[in-house]
Every structure is written in structure tokens, then in C-alpha cells.
């Protein structure tokens, strides 16, 4: 079975980095597109990126000079970089696989989340 | 492309029928999703492509629409089905665009 698991610090400070590890058992990360979703306090859900099969990158315009998905095949793990976060980055982080489509369009599998704090 | 989500609240009772309302800024043709949130659960892909039950999804939901208009619709409401629904366009990316999320309660 495909299973993702977000791990990473709950309390970031402003103006630092935010660093999330996404570990996927059951399904390799080199097959697929693989995504990173949030989901802030009142619910509203945005798209931040996601990283394919080949290494290849697409990202959210409105993070776009923040951002950086990669990825360590080895261990069947990708990474979630965002830079100079404020409190306004402060949600709950999700990995997710696209479902094999030969696109990215839609999620299957999803990790439980992992929520982030930024604050001082 | 905004994507309007209605109603925020929906409470209703088990064994009703209840229908969730997305609307696209545009035309996303039928590349629309809709997920299920629950705590303590990985959210879970019900339906993709406007109206496709993703497997394992139950018959008794069923989604409709294409274009600018999609509705969500669960017939005979079951205590499970209480959670939050989210829809997801897919025609115009990136970015992906999320509606802000339909929370059903139990009435």
C-alpha cells in the first residue's frame, strides 16, 4: 500500500527556512509526480509544487522566489524548501502523489500532514 | 482560475441527501477532483474528471457538471460521509486551484 508521512519542525521563526521531509513506503518516487499542498487556518488549501519522476520542478507562481522541491531516490524521500517564511506560511503541509495519468492532475494518495507554526 | 465553493456549512442527518455546489472562474472543461477531509485521515480522492468515482469510492456519490459548474451530490447520507469536501481544478496549471472547503455536520 502507498503511504506518505510529512515529518519536519512544528515551530519555524520568521525570516528562517521551513524544511519538510516527505517518506513514501509502498511506490517510488521515480515513477509518478509527486506534490506539496498547505492548507491554512480557515481552511483555504494552495498548491505549492511538485516534483516528477525525472527530478523535473513545477511551482506556484506566488512562491515561485521561495521555493524548493528535491528529492534523495536513494531513501524514496522528497523535500519541501520554503525560504523567508513569515506568519502568514503558518498551515498545516501535505505531501501527496499524483495519480498515474500520465499528467499531473490529481491527487490519490495523500500524507496526514504535518502543521507548522512560524513564529517568533 | 478561482474556484467558488458553496455552501461553507452544510448540517444535515443520515439518510438524506445532500449536493455541494463549485464553481470555476472559467471553463475547466471537466478536469475537476473532489476530496474528502476527515481527522486523524489522509484525505481521500472521491471523484475525478467532473464525475469518475475513484475506486473504492461509494456509489451513493456522484458528481456532475462540466464547464463552470459542478455539483457534488451523496444519497443516503451514512455517518462516514460526515467530513469536509474540497473540489480541485486541473485545466489550468500551475497553479492548481482548491475551493475553500464544504463542511458537512452531523444535524
Known amino acids: 500500500e502507498v503511504q506518505l508521512q510529512e515529518s519536519g519542525p512544528g515551530l519555524v521563526k520568521p525570516s528562517q527556512s521551513l524544511s519538510l521531509t516527505c517518506s513514501v513506503t509502498?511506490?517510488?518516487?521515480?515513477?509518478?509526480?509527486w506534490g506539496w499542498i498547505r492548507k491554512f487556518p480557515g481552511n483555504k488549501m494552495e498548491w505549492m509544487g511538485y516534483?516528477?519522476?525525472?527530478?523535473?520542478?513545477s511551482y506556484n507562481p506566488s512562491l515561485k522566489s521561495r521555493i524548493s522541491i528535491t528529492r534523495d531516490t536513494s531513501k524514496n524521500q522528497f523535500f519541501l524548501q520554503l525560504n523567508s517564511v513569515t506568519t502568514e506560511d503558518t498551515a498545516t503541509y501535505y505531501c501527496?502523489?499524483?495519480?498515474?495519468?500520465?499528467?499531473?492532475?490529481?491527487?490519490?494518495?495523500w500524507g496526514q500532514g504535518v502543521m507548522v507554526t512560524v513564529s517568533s | 482560475v478561482q474556484m467558488t465553493q458553496s455552501p461553507s456549512y452544510l448540517a444535515a442527518s443520515p439518510g438524506e441527501s445532500v449536493s455541494i455546489s463549485c464553481k470555476a472562474s472559467?471553463?475547466?472543461?471537466?478536469?475537476l477532483a473532489w476530496y474528502q477531509e476527515k481527522p486523524g485521515k489522509a484525505n481521500k480522492l472521491l471523484i475525478h474528471?467532473?464525475?469518475t468515482l475513484q475506486s473504492g469510492t461509494p456509489s451513493r456519490f456522484s458528481g456532475s457538471g462540466s464547464g463552470t459548474d459542478f455539483t457534488l451530490t451523496i444519497r443516503s447520507l451514512e455517518s462516514e460521509d460526515f467530513a469536509v469536501y474540497y473540489c480541485?481544478?486541473?485545466?489550468?496549471?500551475?497553479?492548481?486551484?482548491f475551493g475553500a472547503g464544504t463542511k458537512l455536520e452531523l444535524k
Open positions: 516534483i516528477s519522476y525525472s527530478g523535473s520542478t
Open positions: 474528471s467532473g464525475s
Open positions: 501527496a502523489r499524483y495519480k498515474r495519468t500520465g499528467r499531473p492532475y490529481y491527487f490519490d494518495y
Open positions: 480541485q481544478q486541473y485545466n489550468e496549471y500551475p497553479p492548481y486551484t
Open positions: 509502498g511506490y517510488s518516487i521515480t515513477s509518478n509526480y
Open positions: 472559467k471553463s475547466i472543461s471537466n478536469n
